[in-house]
T-cell receptor, first 109, second 112 residues
Framework: KNEVEQSPQNLTAQEGEFITINCSYS?????LHWLQQHPGGGIVSLFM???GKKKHGRLIATINIQEKHSSLHITASHPRDSAVYIC???????????FGTGTRLQVFP | EADIYQTPRYLVIGTGKKITLECSQT?????MYWYQQDPGMELHLIHY???????EKGDLSSESTVSRIRTEHFPLTLESARPSHTSQYLC???????????FGEGSWLTVV
């Protein structure tokens, strides 16, 4: 079992829909990152969370430390949101990032 | 906008050739990383550095080597490329706390 699990693996949505991507982890962490990877490979950091909730534009990220779970929400989705969204946790013990396999999102007009 | 750059972006080379993938950042970050990612798979750490003259192997065994002679520069070298080295290689740097991490655009390597 992977230490970081994401669901769903693939997600298709119509423009305007509300989207939720989930991340569960099994190790002690000091922080959790949500990353966005576009075709061609470049990765952009969206959020770093250690507790609570953060919002940036149409993106909202939440984390529940006790339940070892985080969610990434996209409101009013748009085709330009199409990308792979990756959850990564920083291990408290090793200080290294452990990555999920990503959620591939496609938003159609 | 992240100031971390990788070259080349795409490279096709023959088996047995020596290749160096370049990574530079202008943010003054002490921590730098190399990750390997196969299509559709998660990233795996192959090398990291916490400062000049400091390099460590990551969790995924790799035949590549790295050096860190200057803070801003963290090149990765394959002495003798093989088809099994075909993959995407991503360089990253972070603040010392690790709370903010920046990735390069990636280098796609194909060994034929």
């Amino acid at each position: 079992k992977n230490e970081v699990e994401q669901s769903p693996q693939n997600l298709t949505a119509q423009e305007g829909e509300f989207i939720t991507i989930n991340c569960s982890y099994s190790v002690g962490i000091s922080a959790l990152h949500w990353l966005q990877q576009h075709p061609g490979g470049g990765i952009v950091s969206l959020f770093m969370l250690s507790s609570g909730k953060k919002k940036h534009g149409r993106l909202i990220a939440t984390i529940n430390i006790q339940e070892k779970h985080s969610s990434l929400h996209i409101t009013a989705s748009h085709p330009r949101d199409s990308a792979v969204y990756i959850c990564a946790v920083r291990s408290y013990n090793t200080d290294k990032l452990i990555f999920g396999t990503g959620t591939r999102l496609q938003v159609f007009p | 906008e992240a100031d971390i750059y990788q070259t080349p972006r795409y490279l096709v080379i023959g088996t047995g050739k020596k290749i160096t993938l370049e990574c530079s950042q202008t943010m003054g970050h002490d921590k730098m990383y190399w990750y390997q990612q196969d299509p559709g798979m998660e990233l795996h750490l192959i090398h990291y550095s916490y400062g000049v003259n400091s390099t460590e192997k990551g969790d995924l065994s790799s035949e590549s080597t790295v050096s860190r002679i200057r803070t801003e520069h963290f090149p990765l070298t394959l002495e003798s490329a093989r088809p099994s080295h075909t993959s995407q290689y991503l360089c990253a740097s972070s603040t010392f706390s690790g709370n903010t991490i920046y990735f390069g655009e990636g280098s796609w390597l194909t060994v034929v």
